[in-house]
C-alpha cells in the first residue's frame, strides 16, 4: 500500500511538473523567443533595439566613453559571444583589435564569418576614405576606409533597414513587423539628416569650419556641409607632436576656426590649449548612444551631438 501511494503520488508530481513546464512555456513565450543579439558600439546596440522591439534581447560589448578601437576583451565578453545569436559589429577595422580574439574564444559557429548571426555593418554604408593613402605602421587606424560613419543619420537609416533583413531572417515569424518598422526608423533618421542639412546651410562659411581631433567626423562633416582644414592628430590614432599642434594653431588663426570637435574618450588637454590660445571651443561628442544605462535612442543621441555643435558653430 505505501508503495502505491509512492507510484501515485510521483505520477501526479510529474503531471504537475508537465504542466507546470506548459504554463511556464506558454506565460514565457515571447521572452524566449527574443533573439540574444551582442553588439560592438552603443550605437549599433540602440539601433537594433530600435528596429527589432521585444522580439531581440541586446548588450553592447563597449560604453559611449570607450575609444572603439581599443576595447579590453574581458573573458566576460567571451561568455556574452559564446551564448549570442547574433554579432553586430561596425567593421572597416575598428574592432580589429579586440573582436577577432573574442570570436575565436567564444567557439560559437553563429558569430564567426560566414555564419548566421554574423553582420557586419560597413557592408550596408557610403564608405568614406576607402582610397585615402594610409599607412598601419606609421600608426595610422582607418586603413581600410573611415570606419565612423554611424554620425551620419543617412547611413545610419541605411544600417537600420540592413537590420531589418537580418531580423527578419532570424525571425522569420516577426518579418512583417521586423521590414516594416525598420523602414519607419530609417525614416525618421532620413528626416534628421534633411533638417539638420539644411540648418546648418543656414550658418556663414566661416562659422562652418571646424577642427576635429581624431579622423572620425568626416561623414558629419560631409553631412552638414562643414570644412574641416586638419585634425589634432596627425594620423588617426597617433598623438600630436608639437610641430603639428603648431601647424594646427596657425590654421586655426588665419582660418579663424572657433571649434574644435572631439569625443569624449580623447585626452582633452591639446584641444583646450589650442581653445584657450585662439579663443575657441571644444565641443566634447558622446562616443555613442547612452544606451546601456538609459535605453537612449541612436536617433537621439544623433540629435543631441548635432546641438552642440550647432550651438557652439552659430555663436
Ligand atoms: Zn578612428
Redesign the pocket.
Known amino acids: 500500500m505505501k508503495r502505491m501511494t509512492h507510484i501515485f503520488c510521483t505520477g501526479s508530481f510529474r503531471q504537475f511538473r508537465l504542466a507546470a513546464c506548459t504554463i511556464l512555456l506558454l506565460s514565457s513565450g515571447a521572452a524566449e523567443a527574443a533573439l540574444k543579439v551582442v553588439t560592438t558600439t552603443p550605437d549599433l546596440a540602440a539601433l537594433v533595439a530600435e528596429v527589432g522591439g521585444d522580439h531581440v534581447d541586446v548588450m553592447t560589448m563597449s560604453r559611449p566613453d570607450q575609444d ?2 581599443y576595447v579590453d576583451p574581458k573573458p566576460s565578453l567571451v561568455v556574452d559571444l559564446a551564448r549570442a545569436d547574433l554579432l553586430v559589429f561596425n567593421g572597416l577595422e ?1 574592432e580589429i583589435g579586440w573582436l577577432p580574439p573574442l570570436q575565436v574564444n567564444c567557439r560559437n559557429a553563429a558569430v564567426q564569418k560566414g555564419g548566421t548571426g554574423y553582420f557586419d555593418a560597413s557592408r550596408y554604408v557610403k564608405v568614406m576614405e576607402a582610397d585615402r593613402e594610409a599607412n598601419r605602421a606609421m600608426g595610422d ?2 586603413p581600410g576606409g ?3 560613419y554611424l554620425y551620419d543619420p543617412r547611413e545610419g537609416a541605411k544600417v537600420a533597414v540592413a537590420l531589418g533583413n537580418k531580423l527578419a531572417e532570424l525571425i522569420p515569424a516577426q518579418r512583417a513587423f521586423l521590414l516594416q518598422n525598420a523602414e519607419k526608423v530609417a525614416g525618421s533618421l532620413r528626416e534628421i539628416a534633411k533638417r539638420e542639412a539644411e540648418r546648418f546651410r543656414g550658418l556663414s562659411k566661416d562659422q562652418r569650419r571646424v577642427v576635429t581631433y ?3 567626423l568626416v561623414y558629419v562633416i560631409d553631412w552638414l556641409g562643414l570644412e574641416r582644414p586638419l585634425n589634432v592628430e596627425a594620423r ?2 597617433v598623438a600630436p607632436t608639437p610641430g603639428h599642434v603648431a601647424r594646427v594653431l596657425s590654421t586655426m588663426r588665419s582660418q579663424k576656426i572657433k571649434t574644435i570637435v572631439q569625443e569624449r574618450h580623447y585626452p582633452t588637454k591639446t584641444s583646450n590649449t589650442l581653445a584657450r590660445m585662439v579663443k575657441a571651443q571644444v565641443v566634447v561628442f558622446p562616443g555613442g548612444a547612452s544606451f546601456a544605462d538609459k535605453k537612449e535612442l541612436y536617433s537621439q543621441r544623433i540629435q543631441r551631438t548635432v546641438e552642440a555643435l550647432y550651438d557652439s558653430l552659430s555663436r
Open positions: 572603439p578601437h575598428l587606424i582607418h573611415n570606419p565612423h581624431h579622423r572620425s588617426p590614432g
